[in-house]
């Protein structure tokens, strides 16, 4: 996350309004977290003088990322190139409102056509409809918004020094897996009595800024659990941000939290 500064906090994770009110809820272990070693790492692109001439002062270009907007395939061999403009941009995600225009280079890196304007560049702006979507994943919330809102808060308030998110996006589709055991743990029925583990993978991208700091962006899955405690009735709770953790990597991550509810990252 750059510039945010870590600490060591014991909280409490929200429940989502559909839980039982009256469970206990879970001591919030620490959260924090280093970027994935394994995380795949785009080298930069060699973008051509020509491509560079007229640009904007301050606008910056890389290479298309994994996880930013989805651009049409590009040529045999070639590549997109974004130009980024704005205070919110990491090497690997920008929010889409913060690409000013794309274009395409060939393999041997010479620009192919003229370059596409972004009509929706300006400021970013929040987007949950991926959570908030009531026929989608998590329509068996009440106040999705709210509830998702909830679990970032106390996810950074772990790894977070004080930090005032200025936007939120949910970025893919959320993934939820239950059962009550290692061995059955799929997309649950609610139709039928819930299972006693849950979990929520919800791909996320923000942008923040901590007191004294610039502005900064992250991405990530926020993930969150709920499973029963020791005692009769019980009910444990947990919450996590993983850095730079795709969608594709939703389901392993939940399959993990939910057998280990307590685990540090």
């Known amino acids: 996350m750059g510039i945010f500064s870590r600490k060591r906090r014991d909280d409490r994770a929200p429940a ?11 001591t919030v272990q620490d959260a924090a977290h280093e970027p994935p070693q394994d995380a795949p790492h785009t080298p930069p692109h060699e973008v ?3 491509a560079l001439r ?4 301050g606008g910056t270009t890389r290479p298309a990322g994994p996880q930013d907007p989805v651009l049409p395939p590009a ?27 794309w274009w395409e280079v060939d393999r ?19 987007d949950l409809t991926r ?7 998590l329509g068996w919330l009440t106040d999705t918004e709210t509830v998702v809102r909830g679990w970032l808060a106390v996810a950074l308030e772990r790894i977070v020094e004080d930090v005032e998110i200025h936007w939120l996006k949910v970025i893919d589709t959320p993934v939820v897996l239950a059962g009550d055991d290692v061995s059955d743990f799929a997309p649950p ?9 849950i979990g929520v993978a919800v791909p996320v991208g923000f942008g923040g800024q901590v007191e004294g700091h610039d502005p900064a962006v992250a991405w990530g899955l926020l993930l969150w659990v709920m499973v029963p405690g020791d005692r009769e009735g019980e009910t444990l709770q947990n919450v996590w941000l ?7 990597r939703a389901a392993e991550s939940l399959r993990i939290v939910l057998q280990a509810p307590d685990i540090q990252f």
């Open 48 to 50: 051509p003088q020509d």
């Open 75 to 101: 040529g045999p061999g070639g590549s997109w190139i974004y130009e980024v403009a704005g205070e919110y941009s990491s090497d690997s995600w920008a929010p889409p409102e913060s690409i000013r225009r």
């Open 189 to 197: 029925d609610f139709t039928q009595d819930p299972p006693s583990r």
């Open 54 to 57: 007229g640009l904007p002062a």
């Open 131 to 137: 959570a908030t979507d009531p026929d989608g994943p």
């Open 108 to 126: 041997d890196g010479n620009v192919v056509g003229e370059p596409v304007e972004n009509e929706h560049f300006g400021p970013p702006r929040d």
């Open 16 to 26: 989502p309004q559909d839980a039982p009110q009256d469970a206990p809820q879970a």
């Open 242 to 248: 993983r850095y730079e953790i795709g969608a594709d």
